[in-house]
């Protein structure tokens, strides 16, 4: 596809469980992001990867929180033993370069109940 | 890393312009200003962004005050389809640091 795209859309999950959130970024984009928005707030920057390295992770809430790029293209975001505060939107961005427009995705919907 | 400042929201007619502001006090000499727009159930869309001189583009234009510590993005005719929240953000090296944005109301 043109754009970048995520999956699934939505997730529901019970506390304690894992999840993965998956990001196809725009083919040939090096740089890639992920933010988490919580309802009615701006984003939250969580990490960025720059082809296949993670040059910044400190946006990550804690250490249950993962994430990994191969091939320099798909991420995935892995959150483990999910808490109810963990329930947000996870948005997925790529740019072609570090300094460049980053386009979104629509997001993955986690509920956490 | 001090965030933007906006007002949370704003009302409009259709069809006519439309400036939102945002102040930006603490903004480096090498912080870009973007703005972006989201759609409710929607990812943020790019609009428009300046480092020092005002802009202009198809969505848009970007008024940057000389001293850099705010912007207004203009919207020149308003219509329906415009209604979203209007994030002013800083772009610092790769990183995106947002605001709580503005949520524009247009009225037909």
């Known amino acids: 596809g043109a754009g970048v795209s995520q999956s699934p859309s939505n997730k529901v999950t019970e506390k304690g469980k894992d999840v993965e959130l998956r990001c196809d970024p725009i083919?040939?984009?090096?740089?890639l992001y992920w933010y988490r928005q919580s309802l009615g707030q701006g984003l939250e920057f969580l990490i960025y990867?720059?082809?296949?390295?993670?040059?910044?992770k400190s946006g990550l809430p804690s250490d249950r929180f993962s994430a990994e790029r191969t091939g320099g293209s798909v991420s995935t975001l892995t959150i483990q033993r999910t808490q109810q505060e963990d329930s947000a939107v996870y948005l997925c961005a790529s740019s072609l370069g570090q300094k460049d427009t980053q386009y979104f995705g629509p997001g993955t919907r986690l509920t956490v109940l | 890393d001090a965030k933007t400042t906006q007002p949370n929201s704003m009302e409009s007619n259709e069809e006519e312009p439309v400036h939102l502001p945002c102040n930006h006090s603490t903004i480096s000499g090498t912080d870009y200003i973007h703005w972006y727009r989201q759609l409710p159930s929607q990812g943020p869309e790019y609009v428009i962004h300046?480092?020092?001189?005002?802009v202009n583009n198809r969505m848009a234009s970007l008024a940057i005050a000389e001293d850099r510590k705010s912007s207004t993005l203009i919207l020149h005719r308003a219509t329906l389809r415009d209604a979203a929240v209007y994030y002013c953000i800083r772009h610092s090296n790769y990183q995106l640091i947002w605001g709580a944005g503005t949520k524009l109301i247009i009225k037909p």
């Open positions: 990867f720059q082809g296949n390295s993670a040059p910044d």
């Open positions: 300046g480092l020092t001189s005002n």
């Open positions: 083919s040939g984009h090096t740089a």
